[in-house]
């Protein structure tokens, strides 16, 4: 573009010029909703970062369902998100319209989430899906990649992914990879048995078709002894302060 027709020219001799920056994992639908949320926003422009990814680890607001409302919304306040919040939307692509009217200083790219599908369809059972259940999830997701998710995203070490089967995971990445989208997934494992969890992440992209991004890739050995010494001095000051 010539100096004639541009409407704006930034002179960047000496200088490094890069496209805006992607962040690829990020939780920041559940941020959005805060009053302060551009302030919070405001480090991700000045590091150049235009982009972002959420609802990641097999978590997002939407779809908000109905009939487990309660649990949903219990679950969310772990998270941070005030109990007392009322959302505006129920779908996903109602909450996809909300954000754009929100008014966002960056671009979010959604992915959708297992955790909010699972509730509304299961409730808090803490077993395997049904044949039923698993169709009516399959519903969720592809209606979700319709509204305009770019994937599937899972948390398998937490609530509900933790119940979830490797065969349901299966096909529901599978629906998600019938719109060109990625597997997206928190493995149900971060310690001594890490190697098999990403194995489970790599049989459920290549039995879905689907390409595959893994979070949080470390491993760190007998976490689970580590974590129970945090909890126990967790427990002690909070009984002497």
């Known amino acids: 573009m010539s100096d004639a027709t541009a409407a704006r020219v930034l002179e960047a001799k000496g200088r490094v010029v890069a496209p805006g920056f992607i962040d690829i994992h990020s939780h ?14 405001e480090s991700y422009l000045r590091q150049g970062i235009t982009s972002c990814v959420v609802s990641n680890c097999g978590w ?11 649990l949903f919304r219990s679950t969310l306040h772990s998270m941070g998100v005030s109990s007392s919040f009322q959302p505006e939307w129920e779908t996903q692509g109602e909450f996809l319209g909300w954000l754009r009217r ?3 200083p960056l671009n979010f790219v959604p992915l959708s989430a297992h955790g909010p599908i699972r509730i ?3 409730g808090s059972q ?8 698993l169709e009516r999830m399959k519903v969720m997701v592809r209606r979700d990649m319709e509204a305009g998710c770019r ?7 937490y609530f509900p992914g933790m119940y979830a089967h490797t065969d349901e995971l299966v096909e529901l990445a599978r629906v998600a990879g019938e719109y060109g989208g990625r597997y997206v997934t928190h493995v149900r494992s971060l310690t001594d048995t890490f190697d098999r969890a990403v194995e489970e992440a790599v049989e459920i992209a290549e039995r879905s078709g689907s390409s595959l991004q893994i979070s949080h890739f470390m491993c760190v050995p007998n976490l689970g002894w580590t974590a129970d010494l945090v909890y126990a001095a967790v427990d002690v000051l909070e009984k002497i302060t």
């Open 151 to 157: 994937g599937f995203s899972t948390g398998l070490t």
């Open 126 to 133: 803490a077993r395997f899906s049904t044949p039923e259940e």
């Open 102 to 104: 929100r008014g966002l």
């Open 28 to 41: 920041n639908e559940l941020y959005i909703i805060r009053d302060d949320y551009r302030e919070l926003f």
């Open 120 to 122: 509304a369809v299961m």
């Open 60 to 70: 997002s607001l939407a779809p908000w369902p109905r009939e487990h409302g309660d």
